[in-house]
């Protein structure tokens, strides 16, 4: 079995073929007023306070060695550390064992699945985790100077939160229905995003966005020559080479990958985007002040154009679009939907596939931004887990903590209820029922439901 599974992820990992001159890696070097930037040096402090935040787990890289023994280590072996990962930023070298990994299978959905269905974890090497958060912390203070990433991507980045993109979602879709323009929202997934990264034109991007040389040298130092072996149930298959894709489970994979792709709003123009990771919402309405007929009309053919720009960039980037999973949403005042021609150019020419809801950030948006298939998909989930709860008091608890887990699992839906019920206007969770008096409206309708059908109180 493990064999077989390297067998696939040694092809799933080849390099793909890229047409050449490419203008990533065969434009002219653009010149910047930050060639000469060096990579600020480590000191001892830092250096110790990011080996103590770390989480001393227990899982083995390909050495045997684990965070877990940073708890054993002697401090007078931090200076010799220090000054291999200073070497190491100033001359970006890596020793070729640090780059060494042990990779785990995860199945997406169903536990037995085929090799195509799983998702595989890089157990990095312990030391070069150190030094990739290390790396991250003077990487992220270029982009901020700079100012590459833009505001409309929010995920893996500081003071940044889900619930912010999806307000910021919601409100521009309530925007462009409140002038009774028709709306349709493109719901984009990219295929294995982070393990189809494409090293040379990953680094000759960064290059022409004015990252400078030290910078780049190193990420080129820690992508390229990395090989791996996969290991289940304590077999290990062979050694096999990686030649695209950031590891997943580095902390530096997500925001190198964002920063490769942080130019995607301004190439998907037209439309309103909006970036969590590797997961893309884009926004189109018809033109306003025109009758609703001709709306749609102009709204087919700005989705066909956005459509047309996703798939350039697509190719551009060495980044495929998942066919299957890319659906689209139609959202107006109006009843139905129209009868809409659209599919995509490339590849088998396959139709969009138009959905009535959509889960978008772990939230059920529905085409007429109603709630309610939301909340009961909520309230479901937490009668399961008073369930479980109250079978404990009959059947006794064998864990503390799973019994703990439990009920911070309940009060963490509650609180998140609580914030969807500030954030969205109050007036789509009140019952349709017109005969309610203003006054009798509960100003707080989902916690008195959740209070009085759902939820027990927190002194049980």
């Known amino acids: 079995m493990c064999n077989l599974a390297a067998d696939y992820y040694e092809n799933f990992f080849k390099a793909s073929t890229i047409f050449r001159p490419h203008p990533y890696t065969d434009s002219p070097p653009p010149v910047f007023d930050n060639i000469s930037e060096s990579i600020p040096e480590v000191t001892l402090d830092e250096l110790l306070n990011t080996v103590i935040s770390k989480k001393k787990k227990k899982s083995l890289d390909a050495h045997g060695l684990s965070n877990h023994m940073f708890n054993f280590l002697d401090l007078n072996y931090w200076s010799l550390l220090l000054s291999l990962y200073n070497h190491s930023f100033q001359k970006s070298i890596l020793p070729s064992a640090r780059k060494d990994t042990r990779m785990i299978l995860l199945a997406k959905k169903d536990s037995i699945c085929p090799l195509s269905l799983t998702r595989p974890i890089s157990l990095l090497d312990s030391f070069q985790k150190i030094g990739e958060k290390l790396f991250l912390t003077r990487f992220c203070d270029l982009l901020a100077r700079r100012g590459l990433l833009s505001d409309s991507q929010s995920g893996f980045r500081e003071h940044f939160r889900l619930q912010t993109r999806l307000l910021l979602f919601l ?6 229905m409140s002038n009774s ?7 984009v997934d990219f295929r294995a995003a982070f393990d189809q990264l494409w090293y040379l034109g990953c680094i000759g991007k960064l290059r022409n966005l004015g990252i400078p040389p030290s910078y780049l040298n190193w990420i080129e130092a820690w992508l390229v020559n990395r090989r791996c072996y996969i290991e289940i149930n304590g077999c290990k298959s062979r050694w096999f080479s990686i030649e695209k894709g950031g590891p997943q489970g580095s902390v530096l994979t997500p925001t190198l990958f964002i ?3 942080c130019d995607m709003n301004i190439s998907l123009s037209g439309c309103i985007s909006h970036f969590f990771a590797d997961d893309l919402a884009g926004i189109l309405a018809g033109q306003l002040g025109i009758k609703y007929s001709s709306q749609c009309l102009d709204l087919e053919k700005r989705i066909k154009t956005f459509l047309d720009c996703l798939e350039y960039y697509s190719c551009l980037t060495d980044q495929p679009i998942n066919l299957n999973k890319t659906e689209a949403m139609f959202t107006a005042r109006a009843i139905g ?12 020419k396959e139709s969009i596939n138009w959905v009535s809801e959509y889960k978008y950030l772990g939230y059920i948006i529905s085409s007429k931004l109603g709630w309610n298939k939301f909340l009961k998909h909520m309230m479901t989930k937490i009668r399961q887990r008073i369930s479980l709860i109250k079978s404990f008091k009959i059947f ?10 439990l009920f911070m699992s309940i009060t963490d839906k509650q609180d998140s209820l609580k914030r969807l019920q500030h954030s969205v206007p109050i007036v789509t969770f009140v019952k349709r029922n017109r005969s309610l008096s203003r006054s009798k409206v509960d100003p707080n309708p989902i916690s008195s439901h959740l209070n009085e059908h759902v939820l027990p109180s927190r002194t049980e």
């Open 171 to 176: 409100e521009d879709i309530y925007s462009l």
């Open 337 to 348: 939907l129209p009868s809409f021609d659209i599919h995509f150019s490339h590849g088998t």
């Open 396 to 405: 006794g608890c064998s864990s503390t903590l799973l019994r703990k887990t």
């Open 259 to 261: 920063t490769y792709n």
């Open 181 to 187: 323009a028709p709306v349709c929202t493109v719901f």
